[in-house]
């Protein structure tokens, strides 16, 4: 065959639905660029960008996760936490905040990690625990309001500044998506990350290193988890104890639309982009909807539609997949 | 000698599950291993291949001593195991399979074109010519075990361990399959062997090792060991004599016929089995482990479909799409393993007893209690269940007890023939005898029962006749007066040709 039709081919159920949900993605671009005068301006498209970064980065490591078969629900206590540690220490040096934060990130990430892979702990009840945990350490540091950022040390261009007229913050989604698709596609543990995903027992049985595979992914969750944390007070200029209320939900929606599959074992970078873009765009759209005048619908109605949205999305997976695989389902 | 492993002991919570088992393999050498179910042959693998620790017992390979702790240092010493639910990354390519933790690398990064050239060319020297880019999952099982062996082989295996390669496959791949262990022998490799096929154990083994109770019972040189003595190694003798409560040989043949099967077959593991239960009589079902024999009763109850073939209950052909038609019908089944299919351990006697009955049970919707004491008191009385009460959770039974209380479950739907496989095992030799007189009892009193069974001794005591399975076959079918040891044991090393 030739290698460019090969390439082309969809291997599996799961290549299709990550096939759908870029066409669906542009499909919506579309819509929104002929509906909407603005849709397509310079505006519209880096504040779309510049604030839905930390949701995709949060994907990003959700993605991973749940390729494992596992999930990671702390993601939006501990970006909460990490915004708030991130701007306590902003005052000392841009890099401090920035670092603190990811590593804040870090740290509830490795205790992820250590309580799935050595404490055996389901990763549902062990996330839940940390993500318990993050929002209240955050608070706890931030004596339960916002803290702000110091604005003098530079801290603020992270989340607010352009870099050859692109928002940071897309430059960093950018760049990590870039280093997650290598990790993916082209490094073993990638590799392992997905057979693990497959079939823990069999993984262990074939000779990799599960437990600290796992832990990797998880580490890797909360480490981005706490760079998007990082971002939010950066972008928004103070620490915020009480946001990224959801967030988890939001990425593993993301993940979801993204075709990858809750019971691990398959998955791809660029479709979580894709879905974490699908979900925001429907969010930015039904601003412009509203801009319009027609109709007026409130942020609650937008979960609404965007919950709607998510279960079509999910029904039409489970249907492709049973048609494709021949497979009945119980 | 390239393996060689001396009194090895393993208990799991007290119950010994090998006692001083040994296994030695020498180099380029195909050797078998046979044994019962739970005779202990994985228990001594998975010691080998360190996902198990061992209590006692030495372990050296290619001249050393080994202990290993998981699976993976064992894998880097070149041992590797194909299991029977072949361990592969269903999702994963063909290649990645192959090469997963030893990828080839280019400036860090996987080298996917050299893998895939690879696993291609590793392929082709099994004359298995396919595209490696696809997940595993799309091939056949002969495929996937190709691809697990090529695995294996890029690991410098020096031992590659089999466990029952051939319980899905085809003639076809089989052959293909043994063409494969004789390029791995010529290649130096030596190949641990696990089957129940004897037929194939003398195609392609050279030695056989023999486990019985946890204990290895004999080696030698396949060609040494007649299947005849083979068989006898593998099923030993029970000390214990059952009395003979089988009915007298003639009156039998004239009861009416309740259930037939005739020439039934569904995928491989049932081929062509035929077979009667008369009402009042005990038709036992005997052979060896991977004969078919569990398959047979599941097609009998409507758990599997018949894809050929016919049988008949009371005269009628019937051909049940679920278990629920069969139990409709009259037909109750105990299953082999009670822990997994049968009990509800923290549930009382009488909630297990009664669990299928409780719609029956209910009025408007209630479950009307007094009817439920009634109907488990009358059982817990007539199997004689030793229990302080019927609300003792069933768990806290003896394996006799337990075994009654699900007997007693079927009894209570008023079956007009009863399955139960391997009703005895885990029970203890008192027990046995109780529960076989049961079912003597029960028989007597007009219903059908087929036991299917692994121990001979309790066929020659209780079955009226007995029906022989050999790789999905019923080969011989014994009445009552021919019925004798070496009668079934020459039935069961009969191969099918």
New interface residues.
Partial sequence: MNPLL?ALTL??P?DMARLGVILALFGLILFGALRYENFLSQYNILSFLRYNSMFALIALGMAFVIMTGGIDLSVGGTAAMASVVAALLSPYHWAAGLFGGIAAGLAVGALNGFTVTVMRIQPFIATLATMLAAYGTGLLLAGNQSVSVSYDSGFTAIGQDDFLGFPIPAWIALLVYVAGW?VLE???VG??V??IG??EA????????VRRTLAAVYIGSGALAGLAGVILASQFGAGQPTEGVGWELFAIASVVVGGTLLTG??GSVGATLAGALLLAMVFNILNFENGLGWISLSAYWQSVIRGGFLLIVVVLQARLMSRRTGEERV | MLLSMQGICKSFNGIPALRAASLEVGEAEVMALVGQNGAGKSTLIKILTG?YRRDEGAVAFAGEDVSFS???ES??RGIA?I?QEI??????SVA?NIY??R?P?RF???D?SAMRERAAAVLRTFNLEIDV???VAGFSAATRQMVAIA?AVTQKARLVIMDEPTSSLDEREVAILFDTIRTLKRGGVSVVFIGHRLDELYRICDKVTIMRDGKTVATAAMADMPKLALVRHMLGKELAAFEAIAKDADEGERRPVRLSVENAGAGVRVRNVSLTVREGEISGLAGLLGSGRTETANLIFGADRLQRGEIRFDGEVRSYRQPADAIADGIGLVAEDRKVDGIIPDMSIRENMTLALLPKLARAGIVDRARQDEIVARYVTALGIKCTSPDQPIKELSGGNQQKVLLGRWLCTDPKLLIVDEPTRGIDIGAKSEILRLLRRLADEGLGVLMISSELEELLAAADRVTVLSDGTSVAVLPRRELSEAALFAAMAHQVE
């Fill in positions: 090969k291997k599996s799961g290598l082209r490094l073993p590799r392992h997905l057979a497959d079939g069999t993984a262990a049985l074939m000779g990799l290193k074992g398959s | 996902a998981m699976p993976a894998q880097a195991t299991y361990n592969l990354a269903p999702q994963r990645e997963l933790s990828e690398r860090g990064l996987i996917r880019d696809q997940p695995r």
